[in-house]
């Protein structure tokens, strides 16, 4: 079945550089690929998502780039903000149609 | 407004009292979905729901039950609950299954 890892379970990065976010996947045939935005003591919430027909996705400072032979999608936050400090889950979905959960990487903005 | 309502935000509860949390939606989503987080564990799939009367298991189903008799309420049962159910829960729905979620604001059990 599915299988989804994620690096680094912790980054932290100073305000106003980038913060990169990689998964792999295991099963060739997943589609569809977002990410979730957990800020402490709140609901996840979807930021961005991609399927397999692209390689890459914006939303003004947020990415999200898909190489499906290498398996593995990254989320680029770009100008990094102290709003941007939570959790990020990465997915995949699977054969059944479910979404297989990343681990999750806590992002640490320093001032 | 669109959104997953789920109640009660915290419950304390004891060994064994049967108890409820509902779960409900108002998009008309298809699809719906209960997880558990804990520290450490990331969201763990308990039960899905792909449509009305359509149920199955996830990653960690033993000690819950669902139904879906309608396609707006997805509540979540535990017969009986132990301190192992002690947990984060959140509902989520979406139109279908390979569409963003949203997610409820959560539901923070303690069974003692």
């Known amino acids: 079945g599915e299988n989804v890892e994620q690096h680094p379970s912790t980054l932290s990065v100073q305000e106003g550089d980038s913060a990169v976010i990689k998964c792999t996947y295991s099963?060739?045939?997943?589609?569809?690929f977002p990410w979730y935005k957990q800020e402490l003591g709140k609901r996840p919430q979807l930021i961005i998502d991609i399927r397999s027909n692209v390689g890459e996705k914006k939303d003004q400072r947020i990415a999200v780039t898909l190489n499906k032979t290498a398996k593995h999608f990254s989320l680029h936050i770009t100008e990094t903000q102290p709003e941007d400090s939570a959790v990020y889950f990465c997915?995949?979905?699977?054969?059944?149609?479910?979404?297989?959960w990343g681990a999750g990487t806590k992002l640490i903005i320093k001032p | 407004e669109a959104q997953v309502t789920q109640n009660p935000r915290y419950l304390i509860t004891v060994t064994g009292k049967k108890l409820t949390v509902t779960c409900s939606q108002n998009m008309n989503h298809e699809y719906m979905s209960w997880y558990r987080q804990d520290p450490g564990l990331g969201l763990r799939q308990i039960y899905y729901s792909m449509n009305v009367e359509v149920t199955d298991k996830g990653d960690v189903p033993e000690g819950y039950k669902v139904s879906r008799k309608e396609k707006r309420n997805f509540p979540l049962i535990l017969e009986s609950p132990s301190p192992n159910q002690t947990s984060l829960y959140f509902c989520?729905?979406?139109?279908?299954?390979?569409?963003?979620?949203?997610f409820g604001s959560g539901t923070r059990l303690t069974v003692v």
């Open positions: 099963d060739s045939a997943s589609n569809y």
């Open positions: 989520a729905s979406s139109l279908y299954s390979n569409y963003g979620y949203t």
């Open positions: 997915a995949a979905m699977d054969s059944n149609y479910q979404l297989i």
